[in-house]
């Protein structure tokens, strides 16, 4: 079993920068595919960025240049990093993580970025 509990997010003008933050618990975070997804009110949730065990990432489109995913497993805590922020980038995040068939998700923070 793996709790997920993000924090970070908040109000920002456009163009400013946001660090969000994912702590797990339990075992297995080392090995687990770590992402980023968001969802905005009326859409759905959709992938914003992963980092594998090994460190590998993936990006949607929309973040690419302006969003850094990363991990620190010693304090099992996945990162997002985000400037150049936009209004669009205006949605509820969420963290998951993915190990074998398991996945686990977080209860998600609000990140509004607005004027």
């Known amino acids: 079993q793996v709790q997920l509990v993000e924090s970070g997010g908040g109000l920002v003008q456009p163009g400013g920068s946001l660090r969000l933050s994912c702590a797990a618990s339990g075992s297995g975070f080392s090995s687990s595919v770590m992402g980023w997804y968001r969802q905005a009110p009326g859409k759905q949730r959709e992938l914003v960025a992963t980092?594998?065990?090994?460190?590998?990432?993936n990006y949607a489109d929309s973040v690419k240049g302006r969003f850094t995913i990363s991990r620190d497993n010693a304090k099992k805590t996945v990162y997002l990093q985000m400037n150049s922020l936009k209004p669009e980038d205006t949605a509820v995040y969420y963290c998951?993580?993915?190990?074998?068939?398991?996945?686990?998700w977080g209860q998600g923070t609000q990140v509004t970025v607005s004027s």
């Open positions: 998951k993580a993915a190990r074998g068939l398991f996945s686990y």
């Open positions: 980092i594998s065990s090994g460190g590998s990432t």
